[in-house]
């Protein structure tokens, strides 16, 4: 079985500070880790993934994540949050050894950049 | 490069009549194709995925169906809708492999009265 938890419903911090959205996730064997963000009305756009090497993983937009094995997290931080990052985050995990493609997503994050 | 459409973009309709919303995906060959709902702006439930021609998973029992005509063709219909059905679905595409990156049109939001 494979899940992810989002533990914030909502993060809020000042443009320029910055920006870190929690993820957990509990699989079998090992992940394949996801970063995805919803603007409203919007499709989900692709950030980042985590699939083997470096812990840390950069992605679009000033985004990176660091893959922690042992804590089970894979945080998504910007240095220096701006107000376009307000949006909808989703992690999503997917066990290597699962044989359906399918993703677990979590319940989202509400980011809230003010000005 | 590939690139992900879906129609119609909004869509109200009454209750108990039936549904057709279209995805198709260009710029690839032989995706995988993933049907989603999501509710009240949060989380996303996987309803359908395809791995090829007439092949269709179901996620969740409903009276919801889809199909894959074409390679890169993926429906969803209704023949009576409810008022639960209302809801932003989602279609994403990725290739064959455990860890290809899912990526997702732009939704058609479907309200039903």
């Known amino acids: 079985a494979q899940s992810v938890a989002q533990p914030e419903d909502q993060v809020n911090v000042a443009e320029g500070n910055p920006l870190t959205v929690k993820c957990t996730y509990s699989v079998s064997g090992n992940p394949y880790l996801f970063w995805y963000v919803q603007y409203p009305n919007r499709g989900l756009q692709f950030l980042l993934k985590?699939?083997?090497?470096?812990?840390l993983v950069k992605g679009s937009y000033g985004f990176e994540a660091e893959f922690n094995k042992s804590q089970t997290s894979f945080h998504l931080k910007k240095p220096s949050a701006l107000v376009s990052d307000s949006a909808l985050y989703f992690c999503a995990v997917r066990d290597i050894y699962s044989n359906d493609y399918k993703l677990s997503f979590g319940a989202g994050t509400t980011v809230t950049v003010r000005a | 490069s590939q690139t992900i459409h879906q129609w119609p973009a909004t869509l109200v309709q009454p209750v108990g009549s039936p549904l057709s919303l279209e995805c198709t995906v260009e710029?690839?060959?032989?995706?995988?194709l993933y049907w989603y709902r999501q509710a009240a702006g949060r989380g996303l439930q996987l309803l359908f995925y395809s791995v090829g021609i007439g092949q269709i998973s179901s996620e969740v029992p409903q009276n919801l169906s889809a199909s894959r005509p074409q390679d890169r063709q993926f429906i969803l219909s209704s023949k009576k809708l409810l008022l639960s059905d209302s809801g932003f679905y989602l279609c994403a595409w990725s290739g064959q492999g455990n860890q290809e990156t899912q990526y997702f049109g732009p939704g058609t939001r479907l309200l039903v009265l």
């Open positions: 710029g690839t060959s032989n995706p995988n």
């Open positions: 985590y699939i083997t090497g470096d812990n």
